[in-house]
């Protein structure tokens, strides 16, 4: 090999090296590009969705009047007025009263309160103290954790307390509260959002009740389709479906009912935001299709249903024992005004004949007719999901039954 050939060789292996090092740097750029771009992704995904100011509400399918007359509507609900003003007014009977009659709601009755005073009691401590006195542990828990201002309410703590985690909070959504709402601490005001980011904030896939937490975010979270924990999980409303589906049907309270309600809003709400899977969705009807025959097979003639209503399960049959605390009568009414409550929201296709409807429906009109007034204080709150579901299979609003009646008078 000549001097030229030489010359030659060793440029062109020059430039063979300096193409690979070119190569090299372009890829090296390229990945930390699609690495950054990654980790924007990453953050921006574990980013908090910010919810909505005002609350989506959602409206019952149905206007059936075989299911319950308007005079037996007008006559139940005036039975049913929210008579707290005697003695003092346990939290799960005013949460429950409240999205029952909603924030709108007025009675001549002297012993019922508003729908704005069961709002007070629930988010303006001077009214908590007025109704409990000052020796009552507040209801209302403000804190600060990370420089973020968050709002509890005392939960399973006795008849001032809540009754379940995030119950409260989804009571308040379903009669339209917006985070903007004042709400007086203890300590101070703060916007019912503090309460929004602490119920957030403590979410969980491993809580016990999923119910009333998943009732929150379809109402204030409808537009997101994923977020993450505190604790770094991922959440999709396909999971959070899974997991309310997974129980024993019977497990939970109220018979497992309220599960069954978050099942039937979350197609509800699906129908227009569409964060569902196709096949989540399946799986939801499939499911609720499922617990319906079960129901259509275990309606007593009469037609309520008891604690008994799931039947024999994969796992086994029911205990022997599945009554409540209150006896078979209370048992009767919760099972039954829960069913037809969910049944409202559900999809043509998950609900039963039209017999069985009817036949519940009336069965809860003749009960609560029977009913004294210690019973119905007794019973109250079963007896709000009773009085919801009738109004539902009406679509109408349960106050404006109760003041057109007053009209009229």
């Known amino acids: 090999m000549n001097d030229n050939e030489k010359t030659i060789t060793a440029w062109t292996r020059r430039g063979a090296v300096s193409v690979a090092l070119v190569a090299q740097l372009l890829v090296a750029g390229a990945t930390a590009t699609w690495g ?42 005036l039975k049913l007025q929210p008579r707290l003003r005697i003695g003092k007014p346990q939290i799960n ?14 009675f001549t009755d002297k012993n019922s ?33 990370d420089e973020v201002e968050l709002l509890a309410f005392r939960t399973k703590s006795g008849a001032a307390t809540a009754s379940h985690v995030d119950h409260t909070l989804a009571a308040l959504a379903e009669c339209g509260t917006p985070l903007d709402y004042p709400v007086l601490t203890p300590k101070g005001e703060l916007p019912l959002r503090a309460a929004f980011d602490q119920a957030f904030h403590e979410f969980s896939l491993n809580q016990v009740e999923y119910e009333w937490s998943t009732l929150v975010f379809l109402h204030y979270l409808p537009h ?10 991922r959440v999709t409303w396909d999971l959070l479906a899974d997991r309310m589906m997974r129980q024993r049907l019977a497990h939970g309270v109220c018979f ?75 048992d009767r009414l919760l099972a039954t005004g829960h069913t037809l409550e969910w049944w409202a929201f559900a999809p043509p296709e998950v609900l039963p004949p039209e017999e069985t409807i009817v036949r519940a429906g009336q069965w809860l009109v003749q009960s609560i007719d029977k009913l004294s007034d210690s019973e119905v204080r007794r019973y109250y709150t079963f007896l709000t999901h009773a009085g919801r579901s009738l109004a539902l299979w009406r679509s109408r609003r349960p106050a404006d039954v109760v003041a057109a009646s007053s009209s009229s008078n």
Not at 120 to 140: E, I, M, N
Not at 269 to 284: C, K, P, T, W, Y
């Open 36 to 77: 950054v771009h990654r980790y924007q992704v990453i953050q921006a995904e574990k980013t908090p969705p910010q919810p909505v100011l005002e609350p989506k509400r959602y409206e019952p399918r149905y206007d059936r009047a075989e299911v319950v007359s308007d005079e037996q509507l007008q006559r139940t609900l």
């Open 93 to 106: 009977h005013v949460d429950h009263a409240l999205r029952f009659w909603g924030v709108e709601a007025k």
């Open 113 to 145: 309160l508003s729908g704005e005073e069961m709002r007070r009691l629930l988010l303006d401590h001077r009214s908590f103290v007025g109704a409990w006195g000052k020796k009552t542990k507040p209801f209302l828990l403000p804190q600060t954790r």
């Open 224 to 233: 997101a389709e994923s977020w993450f924990t505190t604790e770094g999980q």
């Open 256 to 330: 497992g009912q309220h599960r069954l309600h978050a099942l039937a809003l979350m197609l509800l709400a699906d129908e227009e935001q569409h964060f569902l899977s196709a096949d989540a969705r399946q799986r939801v009807i499939s499911y609720l299709q499922d617990v319906t025959k079960r129901l259509v097979a275990t309606q007593h003639a009469d037609g309520y249903w008891d604690g008994r209503w799931p039947g024999d399960e994969a796992d086994g049959p029911q205990p022997e024992n599945v009554s409540g605390p209150l006896g078979p009568v209370a």
